[in-house]
């Protein structure tokens, strides 16, 4: 059984939880740390396990609230990860969440469902200032 990864908030990165017994997980808050790399590698590396050793379905909620450039490149690179466990008989659902007020956040959601074979769910949510 695959463990589940569960990394904390912190002011420049998001909350994450994957759970393969669930077949759930979240990436919530804001991306921008330091290290993009060695934030986002393990995230990459539970879903390389994921497609090779588990046959669940699997829903990620992604809720950022500002992400900047470095941290999309290693979303995206996650996409690719994701779109080979689709592309290898999984299957899994992206729900995308975007402020109401943030067209920028929108636009990313669309261009990385453009760009992978992964099922995408775009949420609009009104934003808590």
């Known amino acids: 059984m695959l463990e589940r990864l569960i990394i904390k908030k912190r002011v420049d990165a998001p909350y994450v939880l ?12 804001k991306s921008y740390p330091p290290d993009v ?4 590698n393990p995230i ?11 046959n669940t379905e699997f829903e990620l909620n992604i809720k950022l609230d500002y992400v900047n ?6 979303l995206m690179d996650l996409m690719y990860k994701m779109e080979e466990a689709v592309l290898g008989g999984k299957n899994i659902l992206v729900k995308w969440f975007y402020p109401d007020d943030d067209v920028e956040m929108i636009e990313i959601g669309q261009e ?15 934003k808590e200032y």
Do not use: M, P, Q
Not at 112 to 126: A, G, N, T
């Open 112 to 126: 990385f469902e453009r760009l992978v074979k992964i099922e995408f769910l775009h949420i609009c949510y009104e």
């Open 18 to 29: 994957l759970d393969s017994e669930e077949g759930y997980g979240e990436i919530t808050g």
């Open 37 to 40: 790399s060695s934030f986002y």
């Open 69 to 74: 450039t470095a941290s999309l490149k290693l």
């Open 44 to 54: 990459i590396d539970w879903f390389e396990n994921y497609k090779r050793n588990n």
